[in-house]
């Protein structure tokens, strides 16, 4: 068992959050993000990630390559998001909230936008949205 499993075990157990049982694992929320403004980023596919503890793309908008931060695995694949949904070198725009820290190029997205579809990692907050 991976330690991200013992630990996420452990709190279920325990009845602490997972962030509180781990501050290691903390980055993982969104306490990092700037939650009360919507972020729009377009730009070029760099680099693709699917898998655990969750989905990450790099985007380069012309001038930095963005992290960007997806849904975790399950929730990603659900939405039907994966290695096939958009090709390195692809135009690609992420819809969701940047770093509260301006001088991090780093965002997590709620929506993915590609050329092959419109994907909602995070189906609720993609719902707030009101697009």
């Known amino acids: 068992m991976s330690f991200f499993a013992r630990v996420s075990v452990l709190a279920m157990l325990t009845g602490l959050p997972l962030t509180l049982a ?6 993982h929320g ?7 403004a919507r972020f729009e980023l377009s730009g070029t596919l760099t680099e693709i990630y699917i ?18 931060d997806l849904a975790p ?3 990603t694949l ?4 994966d290695e096939t949904a958009v090709a390195i070198g692809e135009p690609v725009t992420v819809i ?12 997590k997205a709620v929506r993915v936008v590609t050329s092959s579809g419109t ?10 949205l009101g697009d």
């Open 51 to 68: 898998g655990h503890p969750h989905a990450t793309v790099e985007i380069d908008d012309g001038e930095t390559i963005w992290h960007v």
């Open 30 to 36: 969104w306490a990092w993000t700037s939650t009360d």
């Open 73 to 75: 695995l399950a929730a």
């Open 96 to 107: 969701g909230h940047r770093a509260a820290d301006a001088g991090q190029a780093r965002m």
């Open 78 to 81: 659900a939405a039907g998001f």
């Open 119 to 128: 994907f909602d990692v995070y189906p609720r907050r993609a719902a707030a």
């Open 22 to 27: 781990s501050p290691a694992l903390a980055h």
